[in-house]
């Protein structure tokens, strides 16, 4: 028989291989189940003055956005 010779040969068949591989994910699963999970609580952050300033500039760059993309013709 093939299969026996390979597993013969490898040590190691494809069903062992599944099964193997099948007891390991529910080790994985069962150690990931086991911890608990501590909730921890929520800190507020502080963006501070430098964040959450504006930060558009109209510069030549943007105004020449502005000019060769048609928008100054919308401006009243």
Known sequence: M?????????GLGRR???????GGTAAAAAAVASVPLTPTEAKAYDP???????RYR??????AFYRTN???TLKK
């Open 2 to 10: 093939r299969q026996d010779d390979d597993t013969k040969k490898d």
């Open 16 to 22: 062992q291989f599944f099964r193997a591989l099948g």
């Open 48 to 54: 501070g003055n430098d964040e959450t300033r504006s």
């Open 58 to 63: 109209e510069t030549d760059h943007v105004k």
């Open 70 to 72: 048609g928008y100054e």
